[in-house]
């Protein structure tokens, strides 16, 4: 008798180490009914400049979500936040072309979050970032063109992709703290090699701010768009109860 199976396809920028372990973990209550399965394209520097920008060519993105399609996915995510910074709609673009080119319906860690600043109606955002100056300043611009606007940040200053995993939690946690303290209506934790995701759930205690990490919302979102009820998600913060 074949299983009943749900497959979560993450396209992963090559040098993130933090997606992976951190899906699997958030996943594994639901194992082995709904599985996330990675495809991995080369990502090495975050920056404004040409070189950096043209990692993310949607072309480049299209032809990774073709290989990890021959394992038939339900759903295809980008699982990366370059539109933060590149522009909104170059995720709404990358979605349509991938479904057109797998037959999978499609998202990314950026839409996801966003669509849930818009159903929650958030207005004063905090924003934490491992990024440098004016890769940050770019998200606020793009957020705060949104109608998000960006009233309290912290950054890292780091552009190599591979060091933003090695930020420990305590790290995270104290510019969580500090961007809590100036009371935003929200938290975002924009990059999915950041170890956001499993301080949510006691910040959102301490803090009484929502905290949206960019590995758990991209999560969220797949987990929706292939009928799986995510409140089955216990422990990692109050998105996946609370936008059903």
């Not at 995701?197 to 797949?222: F, M, N």
């Amino acid at each position: 008798m074949a299983l009943n199976r749900t497959l979560i396809g993450m396209l992963t920028p090559s040098s993130n180490t933090v997606l992976e372990p951190y899906m699997g973990a958030i996943l594994h209550d639901l194992l082995p009914e709904v599985t996330a399965h990675f495809q991995r394209f080369t990502v090495k520097e975050i920056t404004l400049g040409e070189k950096a920008m043209a990692q993310f060519t949607n072309s480049s993105l299209v032809e990774a979500a073709c290989i990890l399609n021959d394992a038939h996915m339900d759903v295809i995510a980008w699982a990366g936040t370059a539109a933060g910074w590149r522009g909104f709609e170059i995720d709404q673009r990358l979605c349509a072309e991938i479904t057109e080119a797998t037959g999978a319906p499609a998202t990314t860690s950026v839409l996801a979050l966003n669509e849930i600043l818009d159903r929650t109606e958030v207005r004063s955002l905090g924003l934490v970032t491992p990024y440098i100056g004016d890769v940050q300043q770019q998200i606020i611009a793009n957020y705060d063109a949104a109608g998000h606007t960006v009233t309290t940040e912290r950054h890292m200053g780091e552009k190599d992709n591979f060091s933003f995993a090695e930020f420990d939690e305590a790290t995270i946690t104290r510019l969580i703290r500090e961007v809590a303290a100036d009371k935003p209506e929200a938290i975002i934790v924009l990059c999915t090699n950041f170890r956001g995701a499993p301080l949510v759930e006691q910040l959102e205690r301490e803090t009484g701010i929502p905290i949206y990490d960019s590995v758990s919302a991209t999560v969220w979102k797949a987990l929706q768009m292939t009928g799986i009820d995510t409140a089955r998600i216990q422990g990692w913060g109050r998105l996946f109860g609370d936008l059903r």
